[in-house]
């Protein structure tokens, strides 16, 4: 008897552990290749599309993207994806494609929106013992609909970005770029409508699905000067009694080339010396080249380091391994060359303290360090999802604002604010601010772009900006190719007159 027991337990442990190899070959090792078959992978969108995926909103309750039935009726797709502005938002959206895949908030919060997160396992358990269909959660962004219009609408159809951020949370209240596209003709209909939009958008040489808000990176020209100034306030310069030379164009170390202010001007009418906060507000290119060798490499290096920018070793490294600021969404933040790139390179040391060589960023991350400077020197992270709730309407999981660091000090960041509503107040931007009711800090630009092009604008900017007042919004902007004033164009001309619209807005 107890013979025929040992057979038959040794016989299920081995039935067992067939079972378990067989289990672990499918789900594990082969799991890959079932799913790429054809008929698997159409099984699994199939299956997907039968889930009513959750919505994502703005703050302000707005439907960016929802499921609705679809209404043909032999289609084996229950539901089809809706983006009622659709270009307006693509870049935060994305598109949900059953042939081209997720992007953006589509990719990143999937596994709330099909409901397969955690946190929404007793949602979806309680609809699969009730016989109930399949909803995802609900995702609620910082997106403020009636300022993301209102930036789109001062934007144009001007190539370029805007976005505003909240500088005590790091929210992110809009975020345009042109051009854009329509998510929907990638995301319902036919496959062959499907693909015909798909091929216009991908082979658009203006590049569309790359949003210039976030994903592209641009010499920042003059607003790079905020990372300049700020290092030169960190290590002890006086923004006012402290003076430098002020010649009409600045010699260059380790060679025979120099540099000059912008259109070949002179500073502050010629004087002897000038001051940081002259020439800040001015935007004097040959100051600031002198301020940048003063302070040296490694100071301006740690200090676009302290900003989250991403260290780089150019020529041979150029590109960042990851995002030195998390963000929920894929994008490029800035980049800063490492203190040994310039050990044999003064003149690009000079270059890069206005914001030239191999200096890059994008409007998102302007936003984010004029927010710093709003924000007594603390840097947020940008936030763009709050929270998210299950189909019932209960809250399942929030998401809290997070601080990235202090790239400066409190006093530093009072200094910055001094000097950067004087540019809008008697500086490069006072023709844009001009009779405008709010104390705006800001910073104008005006970065070359490449051989034969027109230079990028550029503005950023916080407000409100007076002595004790609590900036709720700071604003970057970038108009590519010089918008519609070409080889003529500057920041306070193209981009600052964008901010200030934003900003009317929302104040």
Known sequence: ??????????????LFALLFAQLSYVQVIAADDIKAQP??????????????????????????????????????????RVYP???LYAG????YSRIYGRAELEQAANPFLSGDAPELAVSTFTDLILGRERKGGAVFTTIRSDLQEAAALALGDLPGAVVAVEPETGDVLALVANPSYDPNSISSGTDEDITEAW????????????????????????TGKLITASAALENGVDPVTDQWPNPRVLDLPQTTNTLENFGGSLCKGGSQTVSMAEAFQESCNVTFAEIGLDIGAKE???????????????????????????????????????PS????????????????????????????????????GVMMQPRLIT???????????????????????????????????????GGTASSAFAGFPIAVAGKTGTATNGENRPPNAWFTAFAPAGPGDEARIAVAVIVLDGGNLGNEATGGQVSAPIARQVIDAYL
Not at 92 to 95: H, K, P, Q, R
Request: hydrophobic share 35%; net charge negative.
């Open 85 to 87: 502005d659709g270009p």
């Open 199 to 222: 091929d216009a958008i991908s082979t658009d040489p203006e590049q569309p699905l790359i949003s210039r808000a976030k994903d592209e990176l641009y010499l920042p020209g003059s």
């Open 92 to 95: 935060l959206t994305g598109y």
């Open 341 to 376: 790139y310039f050990a044999d390179r003064q003149p690009q040391l000079a270059f890069s303290a206005i914001g030239l060589d191999n200096v890059l960023t994008n409007p998102l991350h302007m936003a984010l360090i004029a927010a710093a400077i709003a924000n007594d």
């Open 39 to 80: 008929a698997n992978a159409r099984r699994q969108i199939i299956a997907e599309y039968r889930v009513e995926r959750g919505p994502i909103l703005s703050a302000d309750g707005e439907l960016l993207a929802h499921s609705v039935r679809n209404q043909e009726r032999r289609s084996e797709l229950l539901f089809r």
């Open 387 to 425: 929270e998210v709730r299950d189909p019932t309407g209960k809250p399942v999981r929030e998401f809290s604002e997070e601080q990235y660091g202090q790239p400066i000090s409190d006093e530093s960041a009072k200094e910055m604010r001094a000097m950067m509503l004087s540019v809008t107040q």
């Open 300 to 338: 301006m290096s740690e200090q676009a380091l302290a900003y989250g920018f991403c260290p780089t070793d150019p020529p041979t490294q150029v590109e960042c391994e990851e995002p030195t600021i998390p963000f929920v969404l894929p994008w490029a933040n800035g980049r800063f060359p490492e």
């Open 1 to 14: 008897m107890d013979r025929r027991i040992r057979r038959l337990g040794i016989g299920l442990v081995v």
